[in-house]
C-alpha cells in the first residue's frame, strides 16, 4: 500500500469516475507503453499510430520523452535518481489521462524492466501495455537521427543506452515491433490491429 503523507486527503472517490468518463467518448482507456533504444522509431510510431487512431475517432495523448523533458521535467537530468522521478511523473501523468477515459502512447527508452515494472506498478497493470520498439544496435545508430550515437562515440554523452548502459529487452511484451523489418506504416499497423479491439467499448 502506498502511504500518504501526512496532513493529505485525497478526495478521488468523490470524484466523477473513469467509467462515466469513458462512456462519454466511447472508449476504453489504456496506457500504450513504447520501448526501446534511441532511434528504434517510438516517436514516429507515435505519430503515425495517433493519426490512425484518430481517424477511428479515439482520443489519444502522446507523451514523449523529449517534449516531456523540455517541460514538466525539464528540471530532472539523467543521473540514475532523476531518470526514476522522469518516470514517476510521466507514469503520474499518464495515469490521469487514463483516468480521465483517455488512451495514452508513451515514448520512453526506459530501459530496464525495474523502470518499466515501476511504471507499470503506478499505472496499474490492467491498464499498461508493453510494446517493445526492436532495432538493433547498428541500425539505430546508423539512422542516428538526433546525431546522438555520434556524439556518444565521441564521449560527449555518457551513459548512453546501449553503449555503456545497458538496455534490457522486455522478457515478454504484449507486442514487438521489428523497425528494421518494416516500414513506419507496418508497424503502426500492427499496433492498430492489436489495440483497437481493447479500446472498444462494449
Ligand atoms: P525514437 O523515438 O525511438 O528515438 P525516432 O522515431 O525518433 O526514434 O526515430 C526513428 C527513425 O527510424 C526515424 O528516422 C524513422 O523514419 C526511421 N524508421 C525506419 N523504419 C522505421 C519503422 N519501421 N518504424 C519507425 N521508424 C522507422
Do not use: H
Not at 486527503?9 to 468518463?21: G, H, M, N, S, V
Not at 523533458?69 to 495515469?95: M, P, T
Request: proline residues 4%.
Amino acid at each position: 500500500m502506498k502511504k500518504t503523507p501526512e496532513n493529505i486527503y485525497p478526495i478521488f472517490d468523490r470524484l466523477l469516475q473513469r467509467e462515466a468518463k469513458e462512456k462519454m467518448l466511447n472508449q476504453k482507456a489504456k496506457a500504450l507503453w513504447l520501448t526501446g533504444l534511441s532511434g528504434s522509431g517510438k516517436s514516429t510510431i507515435a505519430q503515425k499510430l495517433e493519426a490512425m487512431l484518430y481517424q477511428k475517432g479515439f482520443y489519444t495523448q502522446v507523451l514523449d520523452g523529449d517534449n516531456i523533458r523540455s517541460g514538466l521535467n525539464n528540471n530532472l537530468g539523467f543521473s540514475v535518481e532523476d531518470r526514476q522521478e522522469n518516470i514517476r511523473r510521466i507514469a503520474e501523468v499518464s495515469k490521469l489521462f487514463v483516468n480521465c477515459g483517455m488512451v495514452t502512447i508513451n515514448c520512453f527508452i526506459s530501459p530496464t524492466k525495474s523502470i518499466r515494472d515501476f511504471a507499470k506498478n503506478i499505472i496499474g497493470e490492467d491498464d499498461f501495455v508493453e510494446i517493445y520498439i526492436n532495432a538493433p544496435f547498428e541500425v539505430c545508430e546508423d539512422r542516428d537521427v538526433k546525431g546522438l550515437y555520434k556524439k556518444a562515440r565521441a564521449g560527449e554523452i555518457k551513459n548512453f543506452t546501449g553503449l555503456d548502459s545497458p538496455y534490457e529487452a522486455p522478457e515478454q511484451p504484449a507486442l514487438e515491433i521489428r523497425t528494421n523489418e518494416s516500414t513506419v506504416e507496418e508497424a503502426a499497423q500492427l499496433i492498430f490491429d492489436y489495440i483497437t479491439p481493447l479500446l472498444v467499448k462494449s
